[in-house]
């Protein structure tokens, strides 16, 4: 699986978390859906391509202002939560991030 694949599933496993658990909904919102577009079509035009680090690691932030701060939200509340609801992508997520440092 690439790279860019594997964050787009991340990110989309961390929104639908955080929509579905702090917002209460069973289907992503149309603000999630929105965010979740948003970051996805960011990926697909990541000027790293494969060799990307993790986001919160990139010197270039490409999300605007925002969004960014709507990601982070999500972050804030899925990032500690992910280990119990999806712990192999979580661990992997974690290696791939202590090995690009």
């Known amino acids: 699986?690439?790279?860019i694949t594997q964050e787009k599933r991340?990110?989309?496993q961390m929104i639908r978390?955080?929509?579905r658990h702090k917002e209460g909904n069973r289907e992503l919102c149309a603000e999630c859906r929105a965010l979740l577009t948003y970051a996805h079509a960011?990926?697909?035009h990541c000027p790293f391509g494969?060799?990307?680090q993790t986001c919160r690691l990139c010197p270039v932030h490409c999300y605007k202002r925002d969004m960014r701060e709507r990601m982070r939200q999500v972050m804030?509340?899925?990032g500690p939560r992910?280990?119990?609801f999806h712990p192999v992508a979580t661990l992997?997520?974690?290696w791939q991030e202590y090995c690009c440092r």
Do not use: D
Request: aromatic share 12%; with cysteine; glycine share 0%.
């Open 17 to 19: 978390l955080y929509c």
């Open 1 to 3: 699986m690439s790279r």
């Open 50 to 52: 494969e060799k990307k």
């Open 42 to 44: 960011r990926l697909e």
């Open 92 to 94: 992997r997520h974690l």
């Open 76 to 78: 804030r509340y899925a």
């Open 82 to 84: 992910m280990l119990w």
């Open 10 to 12: 991340i990110v989309e």
